[in-house]
């Protein structure tokens, strides 16, 4: 069964050298999920500032700056792996360095068929 791992966190709260260990320890990460056979992808996401949300209310378009919700965290990457149980996918989510500092929300994935395949890109 797959799982996304969400990973919140107030992106402040990170030291530069801090989000660059962060980063370093997620891939090491992402390897060793890997070579379980577990990982499917991961990445870290630009800052907020950055963010733009979409909607669409009576066929018109709104964007606005930012994501979504004003809140003290943000969403800040992700990791999406296969695991056998959701008790599995709180064990891997213990192990993502951003749970240190923010939150990692677990969430099976709803598999929808006649999507296109990923790996074919």
């Known amino acids: 069964m797959k799982f996304m791992l969400l990973i919140y966190a107030d992106e402040n709260v990170w030291t530069d050298p801090e ?3 962060c980063y370093s320890d ?3 990460l992402a390897h060793r999920l890997s070579t379980a056979g577990q990982y ?3 990445s870290p996401l630009q800052p907020v500032a ?3 949300s979409v909607k669409v209310r009576g ?3 709104l964007v606005h700056d930012g994501p ?3 809140t003290k965290e943000q969403l800040g990457g992700y990791f ?3 695991a056998n149980s959701l008790d599995d996918a709180v064990a891997i989510a213990a192990k993502i360095p951003g749970a240190q500092k923010g ?3 677990v969430r099976p994935v709803l598999e929808l068929p006649n999507l296109p395949d990923s790996s074919t890109r």
């Open 19 to 21: 989000r660059q260990q």
């Open 26 to 28: 997620s891939a090491q």
């Open 40 to 42: 499917i992808s991961a």
């Open 50 to 52: 950055t963010a733009r």
């Open 59 to 61: 066929g018109k378009r």
């Open 68 to 70: 979504f919700a004003e």
């Open 80 to 82: 999406m792996v296969e």
């Open 103 to 105: 939150t990692v929300e």
